[in-house]
């Protein structure tokens, strides 16, 4: 979890909760843990790559772990909004 100077918190708090959301969550930890998980399982399963990428179990698998972990990178996200607004005395 990053901690932020209260100048940098001000600059990210400005710009929106759904917008750090989007940023923390699905672009800083879904989408980049999900594909690296979702690759990883082809790997270990000994797909062929890249021909098994385009499989239709393969983008189920990466949907689903995309999903997860934008899912948990949200909670994260939420948790360190809720930290730096208490932190710095602002709305929570």
């Known amino acids: 979890m990053r901690r932020y100077s209260r100048e940098e918190w001000e600059k990210v ?18 989408l980049p843990m999900g594909l690296l998980t979702a690759v990883a399982i082809q790997v270990y399963l000994g797909l062929p790559l890249p ?15 995309v999903g997860v972990f ?3 990178g949200c909670v ?13 005395q602002g709305r929570a």
């Open 13 to 30: 708090r400005s710009r929106g909760r759904k917008a750090f959301l989007l940023r923390a969550g699905f672009l800083g930890r879904g």
């Open 51 to 65: 021909d098994s990428l385009w499989s239709a179990p393969f983008l189920e698998r990466l949907a689903l772990a």
């Open 70 to 72: 934008t899912a948990s």
């Open 76 to 88: 994260a996200a939420h948790s360190n909004w809720s930290l730096h607004e208490r932190l710095y």
